[in-house]
């Protein structure tokens, strides 16, 4: 049986014909609609901010939802289709450093929300403030630092990069266009219409 924690009063609310694997863990402010399933070691952490699960939902083996007290939520339509080991991480840790220096919960968070039928590879994570629109792919491996308009496809290769603007890209470069490949310092490379763009590689597990 799945354990499903009450947690600062609330009760986790499950859906008709939602099926949880018996070491899936649901805490607190937690609302799963009908006919989704839960997979093997899922962690929905509604314990201090809520998470909102619409119908048609399948989650898979491994994955995290990770909210944050009184700043970020989590919400996902319906008819969504999530691989295995998916990560949403709406703060980071840099919020309980200011919190301690400074009594304040600063702007280091941002609440996750995916639409209607999509689909996400494997090991893909979603961090503070990005949003996914309806009908969309997330292929595995992606960093989603940004929000995703409806109908896009996103999809990992040998780098990926956020380039300030309203998505996650994806390219392609022959070496010979990669000026810095250091993955400490980040990598430099010229797209096909002469505009550059910076991003550490996606082997280091984050973005500048």
């Known amino acids: 049986m799945a354990l499903i924690v009450n947690v600062r009063g609330y009760e986790p609310e499950i859906g008709k014909d939602t099926w949880l694997a018996e ?3 649901i805490l607190g402010n937690v609302k799963i609609g009908e006919n989704c399933s839960i997979w093997y070691n899922a962690v ?13 939902v ?6 995290v939802l990770h909210t944050l007290y009184q700043k970020s939520t989590i919400e996902i339509g319906d008819n969504v289709d999530i691989n295995v080991n998916f990560t949403i991480m709406t703060h980071d ?10 009594q304040e919960l600063v702007n280091s968070s941002g609440s996750v929300k995916l639409g209607n039928n999509i689909y996400i590879g494997r090991d893909v994570t979603i961090l503070k403030g990005a949003s996914v629109g309806d009908n969309c792919v997330i292929g595995g491996n992606v960093w989603l630092t940004h929000s995703v308009p409806p109908g896009e496809k996103v999809y990992y290769s040998d780098f990926i990069f956020t380039t300030g603007d ?5 390219f392609k470069f022959d070496f010979a266009d990669v000026d810095t490949m250091d993955c400490s310092l980040g990598i430099k490379a010229k797209r096909a219409d002469g505009t550059v763009v ?8 984050s973005f500048v």
């Open 44 to 56: 929905l952490r509604g314990d201090v901010n809520s998470i909102r699960i619409g119908n048609g």
């Open 198 to 205: 910076i991003a550490k590689s996606s082997g280091c597990k």
């Open 23 to 25: 070491n899936a863990t």
């Open 58 to 63: 399948n989650i898979q083996d491994g994955s």
């Open 166 to 170: 309203v998505r996650a890209y994806k």
């Open 93 to 102: 840790f840099a919020s309980g450093v200011f919190l301690n220096k400074h």
